[in-house]
């Protein structure tokens, strides 16, 4: 079954520490794939994506992603944190079936960010 | 940057009664989504729409939700008949070639 796993529930690190936020799917082939921030109360803010080409992806806000195939992961990263990181992120994945960006998009479970100061 | 816009931003009803959350997507995008999000869940795909017909729903998407395109700019959700289990967040989408963008989302409280 196609499934989207954040294995990760609560992560909490001091400001200014590295973050990395695991993703890993399960599908028959390399979907599309997204990481979306919401805050508290808030909407879903996409970070960055991947969808081809250089496996190193570079988002919004000083984050990046790495797709690693032999994996089945696309983690989120970043250096240093800030206490304004401190929200909920989504990992998600869109099959690649017809062209790009449109489908059912399937969510992990989210990974609480704390940061403390 | 062009947004999703939803409205309203929260809306309390009373169980059984009807409700229509309303979503302006990208005016160059082509497909329109909801998603529902329950408090302290992840967020759950109900129903795509495309070319002026549902391409595709989850099994949450039951009789009681349906979905309209009345006009060119408009798409909306409708609940018929609300129940408590239906209190959540939704989220309307819009994609195309350019990318797959959120609306802020409607939260939904059914007392």
């Known amino acids: 079954a196609q499934s989207v796993t954040q294995p990760d529930i609560h992560i909490t690190v001091s400001e200014g520490a590295s973050l990395e936020l695991r993703c890993n799917y399960s599908?028959?082939?390399?979907?599309?794939l997204f990481w979306y921030v919401q805050s508290p109360g808030q909407g879903l803010q996409l970070l960055l994506k991947?969808?081809?080409?250089?496996?190193l992806v570079q988002g919004i806000k000083g984050f990046e992603a790495e797709f690693k195939r032999s994996q089945s992961s696309f983690n989120l990263r970043k250096p240093s944190v800030h206490w304004s990181d401190a929200a909920e992120y989504f990992c998600?994945?869109?099959?690649?079936?017809?062209?790009?960006?449109?489908?059912?998009?399937?969510f992990g479970q989210g990974t609480i960010l704390t940061v403390h100061p | 940057e062009p947004e999703v816009t939803q409205t309203p931003s929260h809306q309390v009803t009373q169980m059984g009664q009807e409700v229509i959350l309303r979503c302006v997507p990208i005016?160059?995008?082509?497909?329109f989504y909801w998603y529902r999000q329950i408090l302290g869940q992840k967020v759950e795909f109900l129903v795509s729409?495309?070319?002026?017909?549902?391409?595709?729903k989850s099994e949450i998407f039951d009789d009681q939700f349906s979905v309209e395109r009345p006009d060119g700019s408009n798409f909306t959700l409708k609940i018929r008949s609300t129940k408590l289990e239906d209190s959540a967040m939704y989220f309307c989408?819009?994609?195309?070639?350019?990318?797959?963008?959120f609306g802020s989302g409607t939260r939904l409280t059914v007392v």
């Open positions: 005016s160059n995008h082509l497909y």
């Open positions: 599908y028959g082939a390399t979907p599309y």
């Open positions: 729409f495309y070319n002026n017909e549902i391409s595709e």
């Open positions: 998600a994945v869109l099959p690649r079936a017809g062209g790009t960006s449109y489908g059912k998009l399937t």
């Open positions: 989408a819009s994609s195309w070639s350019s990318g797959y963008t």
């Open positions: 991947y969808f081809s080409g250089d496996t």
